[in-house]
């Protein structure tokens, strides 16, 4: 098949790239080439995509169009400009205008889709993404798939919400690692490695359609105890009450001075519980979480710096810790 990868260079992108040349395919990346370089046996056209041209060195037929894109004026314009057999988007979860239903799934409402080309900030990532849905449906129907990615995960993550709890198990800052007191709150993890190769694999088989492309669901606590696993860490846990945690400024779900993947806002349960079944009927299959998590640590051991993107600093950790003991 011809591929084409608007992007290519980063790292969702990236990795599908990097599986269709690993299956054979004739892949071509379209990016600015600044998050680095395409993988290799791949082939890069430079362009930005804020440009109206930016399409114009893509020209021909191509069988399968990748597309990771955020801006609805992106979206548009490739939509618009390129001749492709399938057209398959990654979207997002946060599509949805109500994430407080365990177990939905794709029939849920949608928010409203953002008016404009572009976001003005990351509070309009969700309407974007509607925005953007909407541009692929109405370009190429049955010829599209929309995968609304949940949490991705694995080597890579610059986001540190996979990496986190895998690295603070390895590097504890004394005997024990400082959890959220909540077992049973729900994780989703998908490996952005499972994601790339289920989509190319449903551009290989012409699958189409809308899809939750989410990992499994996990309690916490077994997702804590597979981090723990991974890193062959001998740290207990020191459980701490959402409440508490929330009385002293450490944050949900990423971020700074945050426990990541910890959702406790009721307004969010559904978020990191979806169904997922359709995407599962449809051939998506997920590695042991062990083996993400493993993979994602030996990539952490790589940085210059921890945390990155969210968790808690050593300091932050020992402190908290104290006060909880003196509570």
Request: net charge negative; aromatic share 6%; charged share 25%.
């Amino acid at each position: 098949m011809r591929i084409l990868v608007l992007g290519g260079t980063a790292w969702l992108g990236g990795a599908i790239a990097t599986e269709a040349v690993e299956r054979g395919h004739d892949v071509a990346c379209l990016a600015r080439g600044e998050s680095g370089g395409v993988p290799a046996g791949a082939r890069l056209m430079r362009a930005d995509r804020d440009r109206p041209d930016a399409c114009a060195e893509a020209r021909g037929r191509w069988d399968a169009v990748f597309d990771v894109a955020r801006q609805p004026g992106h979206v548009r314009g490739a939509v618009a400009a390129l001749d492709a057999g399938r057209y398959l988007f990654v979207s997002t979860g946060n599509v949805y205008a109500e994430t407080r239903t365990p177990h939905g799934d794709e029939s849920l409402p949608l928010l409203p889709p953002l008016e404009g080309d572009r976001m003005a900030s990351m509070g309009d990532y969700g309407p974007a993404k509607v925005a953007c849905e909407a541009a692929v449906l109405g370009a190429f129907g049955d010829r599209a798939l929309i995968a609304r990615a949940g949490l991705i995960g694995g080597p890579g993550d610059a986001s540190g919400r996979s990496g986190y709890w895998p690295w603070r198990f390895a590097h504890p800052t004394g005997d024990a690692v400082l959890v959220p007191d909540a077992p049973q709150r729900s994780t989703e993890l998908i490996d952005v490695r499972d994601l790339a190769a289920w989509l190319v694999r449903c551009a290989e088989d012409g699958t189409a359609g809308v899809f939750d492309a989410v990992g499994l669901e996990v309690p916490l606590a077994e997702h804590l105890a597979a981090a723990g696993r991974a890193a062959d860490s001998s740290a207990a846990v020191v459980a701490a009450p959402e409440g508490w945690l929330a009385a002293q400024g450490v944050v949900e779900w990423a971020g700074p001075r945050s426990l990541p993947l910890w959702l406790a806002d009721p307004d969010w349960l559904g978020f990191t519980s979806r169904s997922g079944e359709r995407a599962r009927a449809a051939g998506l299959a997920h590695r042991p979480l062990d083996a993400t998590l493993r993979d994602v640590l030996a990539w952490e051991e790589t940085r210059p710096e921890h945390p990155h993107g969210a968790g808690l600093a050593d300091e932050e950790e020992r402190e908290l810790r104290r006060l909880l003991a003196g509570a």
